[in-house]
């Protein structure tokens, strides 16, 4: 049988902006009720940036994940993974800065630079509450800088915590930038590689995009990484059963999509891994609890963090 499926849930993330669903939780307490809620219903790890409470933008000080890591990690015996994207306007420093203190058991790690083009939905949110959202959105000259001098940043930044990597590729390039580095060894095995489709700048979401990305980490990484797929937007649970179907693993999550199906938007990040759960299921799999995700990721167990 196939290992159990890892569910990833990302719960707020710097895409998607307050004014687009009541859903979106911008708080630290509406973070940590939305991340145990995603928790019970079976995630093994949840996915996390903080933002502003008075204006829900998005906040990559270390300060801003203090109220949050410490409150998940008494209710939840979840993974905590913290993002070092933070937003695509941040400098590297600026996004490895909460990684870097709190020292959690995962961190994600975008693998190349790329176009990045929010301003698609503009045109189905067009009464935006606060003129960030506006701006943000609105950027049409957006590149998210991830050079290879920025992702040894990172390593090196970590190397010493014992965190370990969500690497999030959005293309085919990012996987070749990620051989380079294990090649060099600057990173080891076993890689969990979240291959990301359908965010204008990368790699689409068609099935033969996620064949082909599936195809290439084989070729590259062998048996020596953990295949999990994003679908972004209304691609997010159609290529969640690709992924469940070919033995892989899954993120969802309101950083990803707003969406539960078509039309309907999601109460919460609980709601779309509970959707998930059927999928994963329906194909004939279970999911993993959060301690077979740390012994199959090798992570370093939740009493080694700084929170």
Known sequence: MPDPVI??????????????????PVTPEQIVDAAVGAAEAGAAIVHLHARNPENGAPDQSAEAFEPILGAI???????????????????????????????????????GSMNFGLFGMLGRFPDLKHQWEKDYLGNRDIIFRNTF??????????????????????????????????????????????TVFGLLGGIGAHPDDVAHMKRTADRLFGDDYVWSVLGAGRHQMSLAAISAAQGGNVRVGLEDSLWLEKGVMAPSSAAQVARAKEIIEGVGRRLATPDEARARLALKGGDQTAF
């Open 149 to 194: 001098q920025d992702i040894s940043f990172v390593l090196d930044t970590l190397r010493d915590s014992g965190t370990r990597f969500e690497f999030e590729c959005y293309d085919t390039a990012h996987l070749y930038n990620l051989a380079y580095f294990r090649d060099a060894g600057k990173v080891e095995g076993p890689l969990l590689i979240q």
């Open 73 to 111: 990690k008494t209710r939840s015996d979840v993974v905590i993974n913290i993002t070092t994207g933070g937003a695509p306007t941040m400098t590297v420093a600026e996004r490895v800065r909460p990684a870097q203190h709190w020292q959690p058991e995962l961190a994600s790690l975008n693998m």
């Open 7 to 24: 569910v990833t849930a990302a719960i707020t993330g710097a895409i998607h902006t307050p004014t687009m669903s009541d859903a979106l």
